[in-house]
């Protein structure tokens, strides 16, 4: 079952995953359907001006003096006060690694693989032919696909990598279940199970590390995992007169509740929360976002109006109760910090454009 996913899984156990998994369109119970039936918080218009400025990220965030398309003197820059060279790694999918970075660079040409040092230097790149970086819920894991569709774990502050089994329908990694390590021996480990996305919404399939691939059900695409095994997948695809619906699932594959008006994100660090957002690809930003319950209900919900010098990208879990995101608003740029209590506040202030480029990016969590 997914929740078990996170301990140590005998062969037997995965096994019985693949096979009873159910299969796409599997009807649930109505009570499975919560938050598509129960009326949520009332969205409330987005504050982006005059904001109060609060306390620094409490996670990494990357900066440049001079952005650029695909480019810029980015740097990141740590709460401990730590700052380092990330370069243009920062305006793709990326992750602190150690005291180095780790990630997929937007180039040209495709994705790139990277891997920065301390100081700076690409010390590691390969293009890939896929994109799709994910973390575990305990942010010790990062798991990507080489050019054999093999999913590969990055751990130990990047002293460990392991090859996961070939998934020979697999697009991108999806996500990531374990804790640690992917090394199934005692003491450090269980094992772990990646999720893989097949290309266009096709399915997912997991890769474990007890050799196992599958597909599974009935989720059509998965964002994310948390630590209790839950996962946040695509229930439906958009259809003419209908929106996209996805859902959290829990056990076996059973839906505990959807939603038709957001794509779901990612899980709150301590996996109680998912990130529910709607985008508007004429300006590449989010119009609505909102933070839902465990249950499904909406705790917060906020609109957006984007337009030419106005957007918000990059929402990531700050922590368990609060999200991060880019904001433009004119010509200024900052991070803006969003709470379940309501708190709406600059993380970092607002700093003047220089060009039409981004220069600030936060990490996937």
């Not at 693949?18 to 129960?38: C, E, K």
């Not at 990141?76 to 700052?83: E, K, M, W």
């Not at 920065?116 to 696909?145: C, M």
């Not at 089994?165 to 279940?177: F, L, Q, S, T």
Request: glycine share 12%.
């Amino acid at each position: 079952m997914m929740t078990r996913f996170l301990r140590p899984l005998t062969l037997a156990a995965v096994a019985t995953l693949v096979m009873i998994a159910p299969l796409a369109g599997t009807p649930t119970s109505p009570a499975t359907d919560l938050a598509s039936r129960t009326p949520g918080r009332a969205a409330a218009t987005l504050p982006v001006t005059g904001l109060p400025t609060g306390a620094r990220p409490a996670i990494a965030y990357a900066f440049a003096t001079k952005p650029a398309f695909l480019g810029g003197n980015f740097r990141v820059h740590r709460p401990s006060g730590a700052v380092s060279r990330i370069g243009f790694l920062a305006l793709g999918q990326w992750s602190t690694m150690g005291r180095g970075v780790f990630g997929i660079a937007a180039t040209e040409v495709g994705p790139q693989l990277q891997r920065i040092d301390a100081h700076g230097r690409v010390v590691r790149k390969q293009f890939l032919t896929h994109f799709g970086l994910a973390i575990s819920p305990d942010h010790s894991i990062v798991s990507w696909l080489d050019n054999r569709r093999r999913p590969h774990d990055l751990e130990g502050r990047g002293a460990r990598e392991f090859t996961l089994p070939r998934v020979p329908r697999g697009d991108e990694v999806g996500a990531v279940a374990g804790a640690r390590t992917c090394k199934e021996q005692a003491p450090e480990g269980g094992g772990c199970t990646v999720f893989v996305n097949a290309a266009r919404n096709r399915g997912v399939f997991v890769s474990t590390s007890h050799g196992i691939v599958g597909r599974i059900g009935p989720m059509l695409h998965v964002t994310d995992v948390n630590q209790q095994g839950r996962v946040t997948g695509l229930v439906s695809r958009a259809t003419t007169g209908h929106p996209a619906c996805w859902g959290v699932f829990g056990p076996g594959g059973h839906r505990a509740w959807k939603t038709c008006r957001y794509a779901l994100d990612s899980f709150s660090d301590d996996g109680r929360r998912v990130l529910g957002e709607h985008r508007q690809a004429k300006w590449d930003s989010i119009t609505r976002f909102a933070i839902f319950r465990h249950d499904g209900s909406i705790a917060r919900a906020y609109t957006f109006r984007p337009g030419p010098k106005r957007s918000l990208t990059r929402l990531t879990w700050e922590d368990s109760t609060h999200l991060l995101g880019v904001l433009r608003v004119g010509n200024t740029w900052s991070i803006v910090r969003v709470g379940v209590g309501g708190v709406v506040e600059y993380a970092v202030p607002p700093v003047a454009a220089v060009n039409e480029f981004t220069p600030f990016a936060l990490p996937i969590r």
